[in-house]
């Protein structure tokens, strides 16, 4: 079992930063491989990005590549998104997940999943 709680959303202008981070309890969580999701107002929860359990293979979507840096320490249990570069398109609710096998870009695929965190980006 795995439970995680994202962190470090808040309001920021265009332009800017925010670093969120995906903390889980449990201690298989470095065996884990966790990604990043986002869900727009009115739009489908979109893929953002991924990293493995061991850190050896990191994927972005496209919008973000670039501007985002995932990474991951697992004697803090933690998974850090690094955002810059902000645009307003980037305003959504942040989710983590994770999972002991699957690390593809489908939300429902990962079995333990966070309850959200927004950022809104004003321009």
């Known amino acids: 079992q795995v439970l995680l709680q994202e962190s470090g959303g808040g309001l920021v202008q265009a332009g800017g930063s925010l670093r969120l981070s995906c903390t889980a309890s449990g201690r298989s969580f470095s065996r884990n491989n966790i990604g990043w999701f986002r869900q727009a107002p009115g739009k489908e929860r979109e893929f953002v990005s991924v990293?493995?359990?061991?850190?050896?293979?990191?994927y972005y979507a496209d919008s973000v590549k670039g501007r985002f840096t995932i990474s991951r320490d697992n004697t803090k249990n933690t998974v850090t998104l690094q955002m810059n570069s902000l645009k307003s398109e980037d305003t959504a609710v942040y989710y983590c997940?994770?999972?002991?096998?699957?690390?593809?870009?489908?939300?429902?695929?990962?079995?333990?999943r966070g309850q959200g965190t927004q950022v809104t980006v004003s321009s």
């Open positions: 990293i493995t359990w061991a850190g050896g293979t990191i």
């Open positions: 997940a994770a999972d002991p096998g699957y690390s593809g870009r489908a939300f429902s695929g990962y079995a333990y």
